[in-house]
């Protein structure tokens, strides 16, 4: 467990120096702020359903974001040798890729949750009377699981493809799913990515915290087989 935190530590700083770390927590944070520029009359049914809808959109583009970068990090750390100095000096695959995993995570659940509070803060400031928090917090966090589940994703593609293949092939699988989260009312949607749906959606669902928690733990699970896979495809790739 502490070599893991090493790792996670080390995976931090590097995207805090190569400035990975910018689009990640900024995209959603900047997106929450400015929740507030959209006009009252595209705002939906409820100033809370309309913020979230509004919301949803910089979550998404950072999940996007994130499984790129998560993709063209693993492949990178392949290709200029970093992963395999580690596992000469008996540093586990598994856990250079559990690290930055974490790292991950850290900084987009980070930047997911104080984007949402800019969400919040504009719907609040819209609504008549004070809104209930626990359906937006819900969806929130069940779209914090839905962006792990990319990140998984991103660092499986990386973990077998080229930097610049594993880059686009993660953008261009991550980009449909979330863009169905738009167009594809939540009920018919996958779990994994149901979060992102009830965020679009909120004002239209029915039990949204039981809803965001059983898609909260369908993400999860996702980016849990996700990542062993990822393991084991990263213990059989040439480093």
Same mark, same amino acid.
């Given at each position: 467990?502490?070599?893991?935190?090493?790792?996670?530590?080390?995976?931090?700083?590097?995207?805090?120096?190569?400035?990975?770390?910018?689009?990640?927590?900024?995209?959603?944070?900047?997106?929450?702020?400015?929740?507030?520029?959209?006009?009252?009359?595209?705002?939906?049914?409820?100033?809370?359903?309309?913020?979230?809808?509004?919301?949803?959109?910089?979550?998404?583009?950072?999940?996007?974001?994130?499984?790129?970068?998560?993709?063209?990090t693993? !492949?990178?750390?392949?290709?200029?040798?970093?992963?395999?100095?580690?596992?000469?000096?008996?540093?586990?695959?598994?856990?250079?890729?559990?690290?930055?995993?974490?790292?991950?995570?850290?900084?987009?659940?980070?930047?997911?949750?104080? $984007?949402s509070?800019?969400?919040w803060?504009?719907?609040?400031?819209?609504?008549?009377?004070?809104?209930?928090?626990?359906?937006f917090?819900?969806?929130?966090?069940?779209?914090?699981?839905?962006?792990?589940?990319?990140?998984? !994703?991103?660092?499986?593609? $990386?973990?077998?493809?080229?930097?610049?293949?594993?880059?686009?092939?993660?953008?261009?699988?991550?980009?449909?799913?979330?863009? !169905?989260?738009?167009?594809?009312?939540?009920?018919?949607?996958?779990?994994?990515?149901?979060?992102?749906g009830?965020?679009?959606?909120?004002?239209?669902?029915?039990?949204?915290?039981?809803?965001?928690?059983?898609?909260?733990?369908?993400?999860?699970?996702?980016?849990?087989?996700?990542?062993?896979?990822?393991? !084991?495809?990263?213990?059989?790739?040439?480093?």
């Open positions: 467990m502490r070599r893991v935190l090493t790792l996670t530590r080390m995976a931090l700083r590097e995207l805090w120096i190569s400035f990975r770390l910018i689009p990640l927590i900024g995209v959603p944070v900047v997106g929450g702020m400015l929740v507030t520029a959209v006009p009252p009359e595209f705002a939906g049914e409820t100033a809370v359903g309309g913020a979230s809808f509004w919301y949803a959109v910089p979550a998404a583009v950072a999940i996007c974001v994130a499984s790129g970068l998560a993709a063209l693993m !492949a990178h750390e392949r290709r200029r040798g970093t992963a395999a100095w580690m596992a000469v000096r008996a540093v586990p695959r598994s856990s250079v890729l559990f690290s930055w995993f974490l790292a991950f995570a850290v900084l987009l659940c980070l930047g997911i949750a104080l $984007g509070v800019g969400a803060l504009a719907a609040i400031g819209r609504a008549e009377t004070s809104p209930d928090p626990l359906p917090a819900a969806a929130v966090g069940a779209t914090a699981g839905t962006a792990l589940a990319g990140v998984a !994703a991103g660092l499986l593609i $990386g973990t077998t493809l080229p930097t610049v293949p594993a880059t686009l092939l993660a953008v261009a699988v991550s980009t449909p799913l979330v863009v !169905a989260g738009f167009l594809v009312p939540p009920s018919a949607l996958p779990l994994p990515i149901g979060g992102l009830l965020l679009t959606h909120l004002d239209s669902a029915v039990r949204p915290v039981a809803g965001a928690l059983q898609a909260a733990g369908a993400a999860l699970a996702a980016a849990a087989v996700l990542l062993v896979v990822a393991g !084991a495809a990263l213990e059989r790739s040439d480093l």
